[in-house]
């Protein structure tokens, strides 16, 4: 497969490196000192985007023209109408991911059977406790929000920003008797170019349209053995 990486910043240059040992995927990165033209985008099968989301909106018009696939994980941007118009007509699958953690999608089916607790406790407590590296600037983080949604029932959530901790998360259900905790903890910066590459190797065999990753990844989770 003939992969096209458009930007090697702090996350795109984690996906060169996981590459390095993977022949079925020849690559080539595009930056802002070569940025690739509609001819170079034709040469390729799949384009994956770890560019900012407003650099990324710049590329949409040319990606489409070119019919390869694309995998972006660029954040920060909608697609607006025409674009999306020409995305779903064209003859080529598109994946976009504001989390490309394979493991987030596990934790979501677990996060589900949490919600259930009502049925069984009358008399419960929940509470999610995040943290991470002080140069986060938001806080709660977005996947403590996104655990809180999943879960559905009421919560307290806590935030800790220490040292150079790439992302934990902790969701604690209480009773009088019983304790159940649930950690995601992301070890290193590259659980995003995995899950990327992932997708990147998923993408042909998807329908033409543009997709959501995570419910693609929960498709594959969850498909018959
Ligand atoms: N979905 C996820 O799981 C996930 C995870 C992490 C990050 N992200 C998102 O990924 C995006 C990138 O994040 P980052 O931290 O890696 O950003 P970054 O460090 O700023 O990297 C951006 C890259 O884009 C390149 N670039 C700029 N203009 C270009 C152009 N016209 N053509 C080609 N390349 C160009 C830059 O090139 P130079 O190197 O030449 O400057 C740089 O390599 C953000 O939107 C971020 O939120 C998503």
């Not at 995927?25 to 070569?34: N, P, Q, T």
């Not at 118009?85 to 989390?99: H, L």
């Not at 949604?149 to 790439?166: A, C, K, M, Q, Y």
Request: proline residues 2%; glycine residues 6%.
């Amino acid at each position: 497969m003939k992969l096209a990486i458009l930007g090697k910043g702090k996350t795109g240059r984690y996906v060169t490196e996981l590459l390095q040992d993977q022949d079925q995927i020849e690559y080539k990165v595009f930056d802002s000192k070569r940025p690739a033209t509609l001819e170079d985008l034709k040469s390729f099968d799949v384009c994956l985007s770890f560019l900012t989301g407003e650099v990324f909106v710049s590329y949409i018009d040319i990606l489409t023209e070119s019919g390869i696939c694309v995998v972006t994980g660029s954040t920060g941007f909608e697609f607006n109408d025409f674009q999306l118009a020409n995305i779903q007509s064209g003859d080529a699958a598109w994946i976009k991911a504001n989390n490309f953690s394979l493991g987030m999608n596990i934790v979501k089916q677990m996060i589900e059977v949490m919600s259930l607790a009502p049925k069984l406790f009358d008399d419960y407590k929940c509470s999610i406790h995040e943290i991470h590296h002080t140069k986060k600037l938001d806080a709660p983080s977005g996947t403590a929000l996104s655990w809180s949604d999943w879960l559905d029932l009421p919560n307290h959530i806590t935030s800790e920003r220490t040292g150079d901790v790439v992302g934990t998360h902790t969701l604690t259900l209480e009773t009088q008797t019983e304790k159940i905790s649930l950690t995601h903890e992301a070890l290193d910066r590259s659980i995003f170019a995995k899950g990327a590459i992932w997708a990147v190797k998923k993408v042909r065999t998807l329908e033409p349209g543009l997709h959501d990753f995570s419910k693609i990844a929960l498709s594959t989770l969850l498909e018959e053995k």
